[in-house]
């Protein structure tokens, strides 16, 4: 079977399509985006990139830092429409199904080559996809245009499977998967809560993330409670960075920060997860966190934002985790953290319960099979 998969350079694209390794299904992708040109993560696939450019010229990047409104004529005519350039593609791959993951960036720009054909459409909704699409900039019509012509939908919550059901679609649920495709846990790395002493912070505030929430939640603790603690920031936003470097409270602590964009392997955030009490994330739009399942995995007690009702698709509020009601009140995270850090027993429990939890849900062995075995059911 030949799949033409459609998507932005990005880890859980990577992570979902290394599933259809060694399935016998012939794999490609082409990079809605032309961000990354070869990717060695999906080596083995056949990959179309430098689709867009039809001449990288001398001293491009010069002009587009120095020179932007230049940059943008001279961009309108010397790139090429994502749209003409896939029907390139799909016309030489002809393949037995289209797997596109996410709508507005890599789904609306191949709908016109789409509608002309009768070949199978998987989506997979990301994230905020459907959830806020407005505020993405996707009109109502245009997400109903494109759920009509989509075959089979896959989502990363169930929340998002009833929002487009709300919008009109009709076709077949595949079912709820981790973005992803499944969690490798390395259970090697999991410590005890007695051997923990790290808080880890996802570092997103780009106007959905808001990190500097959770950031100044904190500095209302006790420093004395913080003092023996580790302080992880990941996938640190400009600002978040910015904050940390100034803060009075944060020069006399045990901080780590790594910025959004530099290149962290999985495997040094997940042994970060293992030794921590808390994994903390807070925005206001989301689907389903792929961190934040790590996180649980890893045993680490999660207090997360709630957007749409996802995470308690999950989490048990005072069970096996804390839910963020409102994610710009400082005072209401800064008490779920003292609460979470007072209490061991609780921390112990829901450790014990999400292990177990995401082994079944989300383990990356267990889901391989069930992900090749969709492609299947998609041709029959």
């Not at 981790?178 to 005890?192: E, W």
Request: aromatic share 10%; net charge positive; hydrophobic share 40%.
């Amino acid at each position: 079977m030949k799949i033409l998969t459609v998507a932005i350079p990005n880890h859980h694209f990577f992570q979902w399509v290394n599933q259809l390794e060694n399935s016998g299904h012939e794999v490609f992708w082409f990079d809605i985006a032309d961000g990354n040109g070869f990717s060695e993560k999906i080596g083995w696939v056949k990959q179309f990139k430098r689709w867009k450019l039809r001449w990288d010229y001398p001293l491009r990047q010069r002009f587009k830092k120095n020179m932007p409104k230049v940059y943008q004529v001279i961009q309108t005519v010397n790139e090429r429409s994502a749209t003409k350039a896939f029907k390139k593609v799909f016309e030489q791959v002809q393949p037995d199904v289209v797997h596109c993951f996410e709508m507005q960036l890599a789904g609306l720009p191949i709908l016109p080559v789409l509608e002309a054909s009768r070949v199978p459409l998987v989506y997979s909704s990301w994230g905020s996809d459907l959830f806020i699409y407005e505020a993405l900039g996707v009109t109502k019509a245009e997400v109903q245009q494109f759920l009509k012509r989509v075959d089979y939908l896959i989502t990363d919550c169930e929340r998002d499977y009833h929002i487009a059901k709300d919008l009109g679609y009709t076709n077949r649920f595949l079912g709820v998967f981790p973005g992803n495709g499944g969690i490798a846990l390395s259970k090697g790395d999991i410590l005890t809560v007695d051997e923990r002493d790290t808080i880890m912070i996802k570092g997103y505030d780009d106007g959905v993330g808001q990190a500097l929430v959770v950031l100044k939640a904190l500095t209302q603790l006790p420093i004395d409670v913080l003092k023996d603690k580790k302080i992880v920031v990941y996938s640190a936003d400009r600002v978040v960075v910015d904050y940390i470097k100034q803060s009075i409270v944060y020069s006399l602590l045990d901080v780590m920060v790594y910025p959004r964009g530099q290149f962290v392997n999985n495997a040094v955030l997940l042994r970060h997860m293992g030794a921590s009490l808390l994994h903390i994330a807070n925005s206001t739009s989301d689907g389903m966190p792929n961190a934040m399942l790590e996180a649980m995995g890893m045993g680490a007690f999660p207090i997360q934002s709630n957007p749409g009702h996802v995470t308690e698709e999950v989490i048990t509020h005072y069970k096996n985790g804390f839910l963020i009601h409102n994610p710009l009140d400082i005072k209401e995270i800064e008490q779920l953290i003292i609460k979470a850090l007072k209490d061991q027993a609780l921390l112990e429990h829901a450790k014990d319960i999400n292990i177990k939890l995401i082994d079944k849900r989300c383990n990356r062995l267990h889901l391989q099979p069930k992900i090749q075995s969709l492609y299947t059911q998609v041709i029959k």
